[in-house]
């Protein structure tokens, strides 16, 4: 029977889980790291017991762990992550200048066919690589350098490139998403990039359909059809369906459209999952109720689910990084709180039971399948 | 031999257990004493000084002697008592932060 393995950063530390395919018991282990921020947690799709954890602090700075053998043991490797040539600035909070200054790795993205190449996303905005299983670091400089740079303005939680997207039918083709600059893709392997944001529209900022300035919060897209892409703004739920080179909006029937998490089922590409937050002053769910949406139609026509998630006085947040799916059938649904519960679904999303209630706040779920 | 104190969360990562010491050639100062301690515990790299420039972090302090030397220039000698192993380097993350 296939295993389940679930890797959980948080505030304080990492949190390997581990099942079989019915996922109904958990060992946990952990915290790794104790202590420390762990932004991040992945396992390399072409040898699974490959693992690379970001490990920061505010005190110490940037730690990448790698682990040969599924987080049993672990090693640091390289931490230098310097940006390629003159730094340059970007836009501060009040509008000004301000020189780009690395803090820290929001994001870990394996390649796909290669367990010593990495990619790494970094805060302030830029793209890291490893080609020796993370003992040095190259950033790839063509999208910090790209023209509307020096525009780019944090979010309220760091200008971070926080999702990196490697398309499968094409190793050219990535796809990052920084908050608040927007989405951007590379035909080329990273060496140019375009900002894709047509068809968001964002209030918040002067023209609200400028090219770049867009508070993504998360892409998603299934691996079948690395064309179509799903997308969680700041506020609103987008689509795309060429290859982001334009969006449209599926909010639909949400009764809120902030939050920050989204992803597509295993097996079904028109099967997206959320979780709507009340607003982005209000970071908790609406009403004190838990509640993942489910849309079958790729947008539009949502479905809330409730069984096993709590239905009042609750007031968590899910971050952008803390949801996942696994590749069992049926699909395994996963997201983790700022209350620190980590819930799974072994049945898509149409039920769901805490795996663990008390850890620290959950900053990223990843799931990984074994054989 | 200089005996150096290493905060907890330094002392795990470099997986270190007892006491640290280094050994340093030349003049006993704040630069040669983290060059040593680096070079001997790769990981630390970048944890106290910034990997580019060699500047302190900025909640990382170094005391010595019951003197703060953070703000000293990193070439300057340290205490005859530091230098000789009697008394401890420091480096001390700061009380701040959740």
Redesign the interface.
């Known amino acids: 029977m296939s295993k389940i393995r679930a890797l959980v950063g948080t505030r304080k530390g990492a949190f390997i889980m581990t099942s079989d395919g019915k996922r109904q018991r958990w060992d946990v282990s952990g915290p790794h790291f104790?202590?420390?921020e762990i932004y991040h947690v992945k396992g390399s799709p072409v040898d699974p017991n490959r693992l690379y954890a970001s490990q920061s602090?505010?005190?110490?700075?940037?730690?990448i762990q790698r682990s040969n053998d599924g987080g049993k043991t672990w090693e640091?490797v390289g931490?230098?992550f310097?940006y390629d040539g003159p730094t340059g600035t970007h836009l501060w909070y009040d509008g000004t200048p301000h020189p780009w200054e690395f803090k820290r790795i929001w994001h870990l993205e394996p390649s796909l066919t290669d367990p010593d190449t990495v990619y790494a996303g970094g805060e302030d905005a830029a793209l890291f690589r490893t080609t020796d299983g993370g003992q040095s670091w190259q950033e790839l400089p063509g999208l910090r350098r790209h023209e509307s740079g020096p525009q780019w303005m944090p979010g309220a939680g760091g200008m971070g490139l926080h999702t990196i997207l490697i398309d499968p039918a094409n190793p050219q083709r990535m796809y990052i998403a920084i908050s608040a600059a927007g989405v951007f893709r590379t035909d080329d392997g990273g060496n140019s990039w375009r900002p894709m944001n047509r068809g968001l529209r964002s209030e918040s900022i002067p023209n609200p359909t400028a090219e770049v300035g867009h508070c993504v919060h998360r892409i998603a897209m299934h691996r079948s059809r690395p064309g179509v892409l799903f997308m969680q703004k700041h506020w609103d739920v987008m689509r795309s369906d060429n290859a982001s080179e334009s969006w449209t909006e599926v909010s639909g029937n949400l009764p809120t459209d902030f939050g920050f998490p989204i992803d597509v089922h295993a097996h079904e590409p028109e099967t997206i999952y959320v979780v709507p937050i009340k607003s982005d002053s209000e970071h908790y769910p609406m009403d004190g109720k838990l509640r993942v949406y489910r849309s079958r139609s790729g947008g539009n026509d949502w479905e809330a689910f409730t069984d096993g998630l709590p239905q009042s006085n609750c007031y968590v947040n899910v971050l952008r990084e803390a949801m996942c799916v696994d590749s069992l059938d049926p699909c395994g649904v996963y997201f983790g709180t700022t209350g620190g519960q980590v819930y799974a679904s072994a049945d898509a999303g149409d039920s769901w039971t805490p795996i663990v209630r008390d850890l620290p706040a959950v900053l990223s779920v990843e799931v990984q399948v074994l054989p | 031999m200089i005996r150096v104190e290493l905060?907890?969360?330094?002392r795990?990562?470099a997986h270190i257990r007892g006491d640290v010491t280094v050994e340093v050639e030349g003049p006993a100062t704040q630069r040669s004493v983290l060059d040593a301690l680096e070079s001997r515990y790769p990981?630390l790299?970048?944890?106290?000084r910034d990997?580019?420039t060699a500047r302190r972090?900025a909640?990382?302090r170094f005391y010595a002697c019951e003197q703060d030397l953070s703000n000293e220039s990193p070439d300057a000698p340290l205490p005859e008592a530091v230098a000789s192993g009697k008394e401890p380097y420091l480096i001390i993350?700061?009380l701040?932060?959740g």
């Open positions: 104790a202590g420390w602090s505010g005190w110490f700075g940037q730690v640091a931490n230098k310097v | 905060p907890a969360n330094l795990i990562l990981m790299r970048g944890t106290i990997h580019v972090r909640f990382i993350g700061a701040s932060g």
